[in-house]
């Protein structure tokens, strides 16, 4: 039974998923509400929260928060740093609209997604995006990481911009599906400066020889397209998917462009204004399952 989920777009005959960024819907959706989240699960979505390392508490070790900056003052009502804020503080906390007003929406943390995802359709898939790199993960941060994802791993990829920060998590959840950003730390310049197109997708696959899925910067990917060279295709052959990152509004004719480098999956903010421009939107995401 079809529905009108904003799950995918098919353009030119190919199907590419659509990615709630920060669990957004629609455009004027609060980043990381755990409605959406939940009813991103429940539908078939493939959804994209952040994860940041929280603070230890009186009677709790660390773990890890959905939110993408460090600095709370912002998107919650609290102020310091995540990371010195333990997990009942940042429970108390409610999250900002995009107007910065006080939203019925508390802070979420990793280890809570285990009770909220109850209903979870097979064909969901939730993206830890982790906003840390290797050398934050001491034993403690890797125990409560194993913790709190366990309940839901099958359903859920990790991706970070840190290869060995993935390969240390992965490897301790052995069910948790592998991503990677090969462009951050100046790369998407590097390549496009030095043309070295090649080069960046071995570096990619070596780095991460587990990764299903490589997070492509919309910029280095189109750039890179108009000069004569298919990234996506590149990394088809060594049997990636590509996600091309991020596209805030829905008439951004960049949208048409990555549709026609038949990429797997989009990032955007809107997934449904996307959905209704192409005039499509299908059950489940679809997501190919080893």
């Not at 529905?3 to 995918?8: D, G, L, S, Y």
């Not at 503080?89 to 910065?100: C, K, Q, V």
């Not at 240390?168 to 730390?185: K, M, N, Q, S």
């Not at 990619?204 to 298919?230: F, M, N």
């Amino acid at each position: 039974m079809s529905t009108a989920e904003p799950i995918a777009v098919t353009s030119d005959g190919h199907r590419t998923r659509l990615k709630w960024h920060r669990a957004r819907k629609r455009a004027e959706d609060p980043p990381f509400t755990r409605s959406r989240i939940v009813e991103g699960m429940a539908v078939g979505a493939s959804v994209e929260v952040d994860l940041v390392i929280h603070g230890p508490g009186s009677s709790a070790s660390c773990g890890f928060a959905i939110l993408h900056d460090r600095d709370l003052a912002g998107a919650t009502t609290g102020a310091g740093d995540v990371g010195a804020a333990p997990a009942d503080y940042l429970r108390s906390l409610s999250l900002r609209d995009n107007d910065g007003h006080r939203i019925d929406e508390p802070v979420t943390l990793v280890g809570d997604l285990g009770g909220l995802l109850t209903d979870i359709h097979p064909n969901a898939l939730l993206q830890l995006d982790l906003k840390q790199s290797a050398d934050d993960l001491d034993e403690p941060t890797v125990r409560a990481f194993v913790e709190a994802v366990a309940p839901f791993a099958e359903h859920a990829i990790l991706s970070c911009g840190d290869a060995e920060a993935v390969r240390i998590l992965t490897d301790a959840v052995p069910r948790l599906r592998v991503g990677y950003d090969p462009c951050h730390h100046g790369a998407v310049d590097r390549v496009l400066r030095w043309r070295t197109y090649r080069r960046f997708v071995d570096h990619a696959v070596a780095a991460s020889p587990r990764a299903e899925v490589i997070y492509l910067d919309r910029r280095l990917a189109l750039t890179v397209a108009d000069r004569g060279t298919d990234l996506v295709a590149a990394f088809h052959a060594t049997g990636r998917e590509i996600d091309i990152y991020t596209f805030g509004r829905a008439d951004d004719p960049d949208i048409d462009r990555a549709l026609e480098l038949h990429t797997d999956q989009i990032t955007t903010d809107d997934p449904q204004g996307v959905a209704r421009r192409f005039g499509s939107a299908t059950e489940g995401s679809g997501v190919s399952r080893p």
